[in-house]
């Protein structure tokens, strides 16, 4: 079941938990996950953002609304990148980023959704 982020402090322990994992098994990702943060807070619609939780820990992967349109947020362990899927975590492919994407493409990426 998700975990809504209702606050900064809710969020704090969301980054907190990526950042320490990313730092440990994903270091490929481990600086764009700021980044990404940024522009999803930036870009979000009024609806909290939604984290997956299991048996009370909140995991990678993350759901945000932007201009009603749902996106996915998950860690591809495959191309060793966080990928941004519409919809669901299996839904069109919008972007996967990087610690190699610079930060102008996730903000051309937000701005054209």
């Known amino acids: 079941m998700p975990t809504k982020i209702t606050d900064l402090d809710i969020l704090k322990e969301y980054i907190s938990g990526v950042m320490g994992r990313a730092d440990h098994h994903a270091k490929n990702i481990n600086e764009i996950t700021l980044a990404l943060v940024g522009a999803i807070v930036w870009k979000k619609d009024e609806e909290p953002i939604e984290v997956m939780a299991h048996k009370g820990e909140m995991k990678n992967v993350l759901w945000v609304r932007i201009n009603a349109v749902r996106y996915a947020f998950s860690y591809n362990h ?8 519409r919809d669901s975590t299996h839904g069109i492919l919008v972007y996967s980023f990087s610690n190699q994407t610079p930060v102008s493409k996730i903000r051309e990426v937000f701005e054209a959704l």
């Open 78 to 85: 495959h191309n060793k990148s966080v990928s941004m899927h």
